[in-house]
């Protein structure tokens, strides 16, 4: 079994694979709970010359544990989130473009569609714009984030996702990507054929959610 230190590597290297960062923007972490590290990308270092050994094991308050360099200087969102959601391991930020438009415009990114109610469980809610001093991001998210979730839209900025491991919040950052472009061109076909596009109904949402989530389908 990998350590948490090389799969946040990996987890870290899907970004730039999947479209979902340009440059030195985003950032994967995944905290190995029973030691109480959380294991977080360099800052400013490529994805493309980046090294397992670089990746940088940090405690809660963002000391440095393992590894030589700098954390993100993203951590302490992501620190705040393992505080405050203990059963996350796995914690991602992203600017990608479809979903970064929603949080330009300030709309969370409404389901549309049953593969959306799938994986959220509805739409993904939306933060307030807040700077990125001290704990603000994280008080944001918490504030708006909703059970069973596992991303929230940061106003005018990006997305973060997190889940039970860092290859589940780099799939969830997917996923928004992904829906926020159907989510897009759906919006705008419907303007331009006149057609307010309308969310799927609740019941409905619950439905798809329940089954994608286990509730008494498939096989035992
Ligand atoms: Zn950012």
């Not at 079994?1 to 985003?26: D, H, I």
């Not at 203990?86 to 049953?114: E, M, Q, R």
């Not at 959306?116 to 991001?137: C, L, S």
Request: aromatic share 10%.
């Amino acid at each position: 079994m990998k350590n948490m230190r090389n799969r946040v590597y990996e987890a870290n290297l899907l970004l730039p694979e999947y479209g979902l960062v340009v440059g030195t923007q985003g950032n994967v972490s995944g905290m190995d709970r029973r030691r109480g590290i959380i294991y977080i990308k360099p800052s400013g270092v490529p994805y493309e010359k980046m090294k397992p050994a670089d990746i940088v094991g940090i405690d809660v308050n963002g000391n440095v544990i393992e590894g030589k360099l700098k954390p993100s200087v993203d951590w302490v969102h992501h620190a705040f989130i393992y505080a405050h959601m203990k059963d996350v391991c796995g914690v991602v930020h992203t600017h990608s473009p479809y979903a970064t438009a929603f949080a330009a415009a300030g709309i969370p990114v409404p389901c549309l569609s049953t593969g959306q109610a799938d994986v959220f469980g509805g739409e993904i809610p939306i933060t307030d714009y807040v700077d990125n001093r001290a704990d603000g991001i994280g008080r944001e998210i918490l504030k708006h984030k909703r059970n069973g979730c596992p991303a929230v839209i940061l106003g005018k900025h990006g997305v973060f996702s997190f889940d039970a491991s860092p290859e589940k919040a780099v799939f969830a950052a997917l996923m928004v990507e992904y829906f926020a472009k159907i989510n897009l061109f759906a919006i705008l076909m419907g303007q331009a054929k006149g057609i307010n596009v309308e969310p799927m109904t609740l019941p409905e949402i619950e439905k798809w959610y329940k089954r994608y989530h286990g509730g008494g389908y498939g096989q035992k």
